[in-house]
């Protein structure tokens, strides 16, 4: 009987065991990440608006649409080279950017930085890819590889959000309002706040909202700062969480598509809000909600808040360091005073409903779990705590959009339900990750001494 032996390749490696090598998944994900501009860019350039690659060659060459996030990937990449290096880089970059700076400013151009980091990063990996080799050229690789990836999911997130407009012309915001009642219609109370506080307050909740990059890099850097020196990369870290969050949130914009109260009922809806309503008076209940026409400009990119998801993700990854010890006290009180600056900001400019809030805060303690400790593997603790979270969140759209009148009808009953479900995941959080570490590392000792 004749038996079909496995195909092989050169060396009498089997193809299967050829596709998982790590310099063939490097190359299948380049070539994917490649693929996927190309395509975007082309359906930005059929719709009318700048595409990835655009935007990309004006990082390179032109006028950068972001000053921090060039500047936040390339420090990240710095983590995967030795100190020597990190200086000459770092070198290059200043010095490569205050020459594109000052030809703007002499050509008339608005102020802008990040030409020099964008061009260093590109640098590196070739350089790496070419010129090094074993373990420096991974840690390299590797670290040009998050930067890279930071960057261009900044410029995919722009495209998706244009999108949304295009595939999304209505969209859901009267449901979100009225089941934002059953938690007291915070954007509305915390919008009345910062009227009072004035343009301070505001300024500094601004720059904290814009700069929520910065923020998650200081913490990435400070997680990955062994690596160099241990030549061991963490299981997980803070840049896992971001990627994942910004690759899944954002697809819930098209499946509820809502703008946010200062657009739908404020004087930003480029006339077609409901009324200008945000933040001085909240509009009449209405107890036949339907979807609103809006505009091809404004992103429905509120339903659930990454902004909740990411800085919530920032303030899990200031608690501990990746050793499980406790983390500096700056850190802790940077990732807390973040969190708080944040939702405050979310809410108070009225770029989201209290609603928005919780199915971020649900969505990143699911994603969390998921990717957190992946050295316990899927045991039956995380697909508990994972499907929990997973339905709830559902739950949660689900409500918002399907009993949103009985929520602002009774909503002592729909806002208990509502943050009982929230806490009911952060409980279940917090004991799975938090309340069984210090046991865990005291048996981890135990059977060490042992």
């Not at 739950?395 to 959009?401: E, P, S, T």
Request: charged share 15%; glycine share 10%; proline share 6%.
């Amino acid at each position: 009987m004749l038996v079909e032996q496995p195909r092989t390749a050169a060396g009498g490696a089997t193809l299967g065991s050829r596709l998982r090598e790590p310099r063939t998944l490097a190359v299948i994900a380049v070539v994917a990440v490649l693929a996927l501009l190309v395509a975007l860019q082309i359906v930005a350039s059929v719709m009318g608006f700048e595409g990835p690659l655009v935007s990309l060659a004006r990082d390179f060459v032109g006028t950068p649409k972001s000053m921090s996030v060039p500047w936040a990937g390339f420090v990240l990449a710095l983590v995967g080279i030795s100190t020597r290096r990190r200086v000459l880089a770092l070198t290059a970059a200043i010095g490569i950017d205050a020459v594109w700076v000052a030809l703007r400013l002499l050509d008339g151009s608005p102020l802008s930085f990040g030409n020099g980091p964008t061009i260093v990063l590109a640098a590196l990996g070739v350089i790496a890819a070419v010129r090094w080799r074993g373990r420096e050229r991974a840690d390299a690789l590797k670290a040009v590889a998050l930067g890279a990836l930071l960057v261009l999911a900044t410029k995919v997130g722009d495209v998706w959000l244009h999108l949304t407009s295009a595939v999304r012309p209505t969209v859901l915001d009267e449901y979100a309002l009225l089941a934002d009642h059953a938690l007291g219609d915070p954007s509305w109370v915390v919008g009345r706040v910062l009227d009072v506080l004035g343009p301070e307050v505001y300024a500094v909740l601004h720059w904290v909202y814009i700069e929520l990059p910065v923020a998650a890099i200081a913490v990435a850097v400070w997680q990955l700062r062994k690596v160099v020196t241990t030549g061991h990369w963490p299981s997980h870290y803070l840049v896992r969480t971001f990627l994942v969050l910004g690759l899944v949130g954002p697809l819930f914009y098209v499946l509820f598509p809502v703008v946010g109260p200062m657009f739908a009922f404020g004087a930003d809806g480029h006339g077609f809000e409901v009324g200008n309503f945000w933040p001085a008076a909240l509009p009449p209940i209405d107890s036949n909600p339907s979807a609103l026409t809006f505009d091809e400009v404004t992103p429905r990119n509120c339903m659930p808040s990454m902004h909740t998801a990411w800085a919530l993700a920032l303030f899990i990854h200031t608690r501990r360091d990746i050793d499980g010890s406790r983390a500096p006290v700056w850190m802790r009180w940077g990732g807390a005073f973040w969190l708080a600056a944040t939702v405050t900001a979310t809410l108070g400019f009225g770029y989201h409903y209290g609603v928005d809030l919780v199915a971020g805060a649900v969505l990143c303690l699911t994603v969390e779990s998921a990717l957190r400790a992946p050295e316990r593997g899927w045991g039956a603790f995380r697909i508990r705590l994972v499907g929990f979270g997973v339905a709830v969140f559902a739950a949660l759209l689900l409500a918002y959009r399907y009993l949103a009148v009985p929520m602002a009808e009774y909503p002592m009953a729909g806002g208990a339900i509502v943050i009982g479900l929230l806490v009911a995941v952060v409980v279940a959080f917090h004991n799975t990750w938090f309340a069984a570490a210090p046991a865990a590392r005291q048996a981890g000792s135990v059977e060490q001494l042992a």
